[in-house]
């Protein structure tokens, strides 16, 4: 199995940045696609960008143009830059990874706050 752990999440003021970072662990050979996705309190689990292992990219469009996913094979490292924040970017931001038998990993979440 495949273990996702994300970090760098935290309290920034509108406009600010944070870039976050998921370390992917287990049977790592089997990942296929990565991928973000966010929740906010009392909404649905929303996607918010993926990520392929020949490196094709995709987001939504109400991230688009301010936030980019990107990784790192060497390190198996997966990360979301976050710029332009504003609160509505405020969630749990959790990592997720597709295997090759498309069996679905999550991690556990990292909290994102976009308030001054």
């Known amino acids: 199995q495949v273990q996702l752990v994300e970090s760098g999440g935290g309290l920034v003021q509108p406009g600010g940045s944070l870039r976050l970072s998921c370390a992917a662990s287990g049977s790592i050979f089997s990942i296929n696609t990565m991928g973000w996705y966010r929740q906010a309190p009392g909404k649905q689990r929303e996607w918010v960008a993926t990520i392929t292992s020949g490196g094709s990219t995709n987001s939504a469009d109400s991230v688009k143009g301010r936030f980019t996913i990107s990784r790192d094979d060497t390190t198996n490292m997966v990360y979301l830059q976050m710029n332009n924040l504003n609160p509505e970017d405020t969630a749990v931001y959790y990592c997720?990874?597709?295997?090759?038998?498309?069996?679905?990993?999550w991690g556990r979440g990292t909290q994102v706050t976009v308030s001054s």
């Open positions: 997720n990874a597709r295997a090759a038998s498309m069996i679905l990993y």
